[in-house]
């Protein structure tokens, strides 16, 4: 399988990085195609043109690869830090600009935009691994885990993919490394259950 590893952190030696390593080696292990991207260290800028907006817009070379990449990926891992409730602004414009009409999502014939899209992605599960610094108590109980929905309905959801993991490992800061380890296993675990060997 072709799978797309999607990582925003500006820390290269830091946790996040730490994970994108850990699943991309559980990938080639089972025998898969990692496409990886460290959206900071590739310099991605995140802001969306107005000229990009309109289906069919001609882009750039580069975000036109991220299109193909996209919209050809069997399977999609994303890895970014929870900050405020959201993603880093690198991986918002990312989203903006690669997750586009007649890549990730269509809407019906007639429809001009107000109706709910068509998912055009063919990958078949998606996993986001997030790290934080909030307890999961207060996460859930205040702030009602913002990123579940974001990922699973509001983004992953629309874009056609029905089978959406998402784990958090916190609270990063004061972990011990033997915590981060026992993480990294959990990384690789889940990204066993959901990539597991190619049998082809």
Same mark, same amino acid.
């Given at each position: 399988? *072709?799978?797309?590893?999607?990582?925003?952190?500006?820390?290269?030696?830091?946790?996040?990085?730490?994970?994108?390593? *850990? *699943?991309?080696?559980?990938?080639?292990?089972?025998?898969?195609?990692?496409?990886?991207?460290?959206?900071?260290?590739?310099?991605f +800028? $995140?802001?969306?043109?107005?000229?990009?907006?309109?289906?069919?817009?001609?882009?750039?070379?580069?975000?036109? *690869?991220?299109?193909?990449e996209?919209?050809?990926?069997? %399977?999609?891992?994303?890895?970014?830090?929870?900050?405020?409730?959201?993603?880093?602004a690198?991986?918002?414009?990312?989203? +903006?600009?690669?997750?586009? $009409?007649?890549?990730?999502?269509?809407?019906?014939?007639?429809?001009?935009?107000?109706?709910?899209?068509?998912?055009?992605?063919?990958?078949?599960?998606? &996993?986001?691994?997030?790290?934080?610094?909030? !307890?999961?108590?207060?996460?859930? %109980?205040?702030?009602? +885990?913002?990123?579940?929905?974001?990922?699973?309905?509001?983004?992953?959801?629309?874009?056609?993919?029905?089978?959406?993991?998402?784990?958090?490992?916190g609270?990063? &800061?004061? !972990?011990?490394?033997?915590?981060?380890?026992?993480?990294?296993?959990?990384?690789?675990?889940?990204?066993?259950?959901?990539?597991?060997?190619?049998?082809k």
């Amino acid at each position: 399988m *072709a799978i797309s590893v999607i990582l925003a952190h500006p820390d290269r030696y830091g946790f996040n990085h730490a994970i994108a390593v *850990a *699943a991309i080696e559980e990938l080639k292990r089972n025998g898969h195609a990692a496409f990886f991207h460290d959206l900071y260290e590739e310099g991605f +800028d $995140p802001v969306l043109p107005s000229g990009e907006i309109p289906k069919g817009a001609p882009l750039p070379a580069h975000l036109e *690869a991220h299109c193909r990449e996209i919209a050809s990926a069997e %399977g999609i891992i994303v890895i970014h830090p929870n900050w405020w409730g959201m993603p880093p602004a690198v991986m918002k414009g990312w989203i +903006d600009r690669v997750l586009r $009409p007649e890549t990730a999502y269509r809407f019906v014939e007639g429809d001009k935009g107000e109706g709910v899209p068509i998912g055009l992605l063919k990958a078949k599960a998606a &996993v986001v691994f997030n790290t934080s610094n909030t !307890s999961p108590e207060r996460e859930a %109980g205040v702030f009602k +885990d913002p990123l579940d929905t974001l990922w699973k309905n509001c983004i992953f959801g629309v874009c056609g993919v029905k089978k959406v993991h998402r784990e958090t490992f916190g609270i990063v &800061v004061t !972990s011990t490394e033997g915590k981060r380890l026992k993480w990294l296993e959990r990384v690789q675990t889940v990204v066993n259950k959901y990539f597991p060997p190619d049998r082809k």
